[in-house]
C-alpha cells in the first residue's frame, strides 16, 4: 500500500466525507476502464462502476493491509462483472472495438500522439486471449504491481508475471508478422506504381 | 518492434475515460451520513488522538491523563455481563467512598507522548498521580501527575504542564474532567460498557479478595498497524478487597504477534481522606521558559489550519524564527524546529484538514521530505489547535 494510501485508508475510516470523494477522483477512471477492458460496454460499465462504489462503501473495513485501494477496488469491480455476466445481463461487448481515451487528462499521456505503431499494440492487445490480456492491462494499463495484479486475479505473482511474458510473447510476434506484411504490401505497391 | 519498444508503447495506452457524469453520480452515491466510527467517544480514540497532540495547553494535558488512566484501565467498546455488572457494583461504590487517592501505575508508554501510544517496543514506565476529590460543594478538586519527562499539576485554579528537561512550562487556567482520574470512575466504565464483545474469564472470590478477568476483542485499524489500546485484543484484570471492596489492582494486556503482553498496571493505591495542598504547588526554577501562543498580526489569525501547516514546513525550511515563534508556541520545539537535521527540504503534500476522535483541534495530512544526511520522507498528520485566547491555529504535534 502506498503512503498516499494508507493515509487514505485512515481518512476513510475515520468517516472523511472528503476521503470518499478522494477515492473516487483517483480511481474512478481506472475502475471503468477496467470494466471496459473486461468486456463490459460503455453503459454497463457506468453502472458496474457505481455498483462497485456502493460496495467498496459497505466493505471499507475488509480492506487487507496488503492491498492497494487502487488492487481492492479492482477486485470488487472484477467480482461485479463476473457476478453480471453470470446473471446474464446484456451489455458485455468483446475488447476489439475498445476507443481511445476521451478526457486523458491533465500530464504526459494527454499529449500522446497516437501514432499507427500505437494503434497497431492496441489492436494486437485486444487479439491476446482473456488472461493474458487482463494481467496485462493489469499490470501496464492500471499500474498495477505484479503481487497486486496476482490479488485481483486470485493468482500468484509468478503467474502473473509468466502470463505477462507470454502476453509480450505474443505481441512481438503478432507486431512482427504485421509489419512483415506491411513491409511487402509497400514494396508490392511501390513495384507495381514504379512499373 | 523490441520487446523494450513494446513496454514502452503499452505503458502509454490508457483505458477508456469515462463520460464526466459518471464522477457526479459516483459523489451522489456516497453513503450520507458517513460512517463515523472515531467519533464516538472512547478512550482508545481519544488516546490515538492525544498521541499527536499534548504539546500545549496543560489543560487538555490534565484531560488526556485521565483518558489515558481510562484508557489504560478501562473497558473499550465492549460490554459485560450483567451478572459482572452487578459483582463490580460494591467495587465502585467503595472506591469512591475516600476524599483522594495516590497512585502509582506502571505503562507501556513512550518518552514525549502522552500515554495513549502502547509502546510494545519500549519498557514499562513508571507513572505517579495525586488526585484530591472534593468533599463538599465549591471544594477544588487537584491533581498531580508524574511521568517520564514532565509533570502535570492543577491546583484548583490552573494548570501546569512542566517540562524539565526540556526547561519549560506552559500554564492554563480551567478545571478539567477529574472525573476521568477517579478510580471509582475506572470501574464504573467497566461495569457500564455494553454487553457485546466481553468474555468473563475468570470470577473467583477467595483468600479475602475478589478477581475478574474480561477478555475483549481489538478493533483491527487494518491496514495500519496497531497502535491504540482499542486496537488489540485484551485483557482486563479487576482486583477488589472483599472486606472493604475497594479496588487493589487493575492491569491489562494486549494481544500482538501471537503474545500476551503487560501494556498497564495499578502498581499500588492509597485512599486518603486528602492531600496536603503543597503537593499541588510547583516550585519552578527562576530560568524556566514560559510556552504559550504569542500576540500575533491580526492577518496571522484569519490563516485556516492548512494555510498554518503550509507556513509552518515553509518556515521550518528557511529557517525563519519569528514565524516560527508565532505558529509554535513550545520555544524548545522551535529550536528543535531550526536544528538543520529536522527541517524539511522539500513539501510534497499538505493535504485537507480533518477532525477525528475528541481532538479538539485538527489535523493535516502531510508528505514532506527532512534532513539532508541523509534524507528521509515523512507522512503523517500534523495536530493543530485554535482553542487559545487568540483562537489561532497553532502547531499541537505530529512532526518527526
Known sequence: MTPRDTILVWRLRSGDREAYRDLIRSHHQGVYGYLRRLGADAFLAE??????YARAWQRIETLRKSASLRSWLMTIARNEYLQSVRAGRQGTAGTEELPEMRDPGPGPEGEVVLTERDRRVRRAVAQLEGPLQEA????YFQDLSLREVGAVLGIPAGTVKSRIHRAIGCLRKMLEEKETDDEREGTEKAIAGHS | MNEKELKRRLRAIREPAPPPELRTRLEQGIPDPVRRPETRWSPERMWSMARLGGLTAALVVIV???WWLAAGFLSGPAGP???FAAVLEPVVQATGDTGAVHLVMRMRTRDGEDFSFVNLAGDL???????QWPRLPGDPARARMEKGDRIYCFDGEETILYKPRRGEAFRRAGAFDFDLLWPAAWVKTIQNTPAEGVEVVTHDESGGRGRLVLHEKGCSPEPLEPSFLGDFDRDTEVIWDLATHRLLGLRRWVYHGGERRLFAELVSIEYLPEIAAERFHLDLPDDIRWGGVLQAPPEMASLGPREVAIHLFEAAQRGDRITLELLVPSP???????DERNRPTQIVFIGEPFHAGQYPGVYVPYKVWFGKDPPFLKQHNLALRNDNDQHRWVFDGGWI
Open chain 2, 332 to 338: 524548545s520545539m522551535v529550536s528543535f524546529l531550526l
Open chain 2, 81 to 83: 455481563s450483567a451478572a
Open chain 1, 47 to 52: 453502472d458496474l462502476t457505481q455498483e462497485t
Open chain 2, 64 to 66: 488526556a491523563a485521565a
Open chain 2, 125 to 131: 514506565q513508571n507513572v505517579e498521580a495525586w488526585v
Open chain 1, 136 to 139: 496485462l492491462a493489469l499490470h
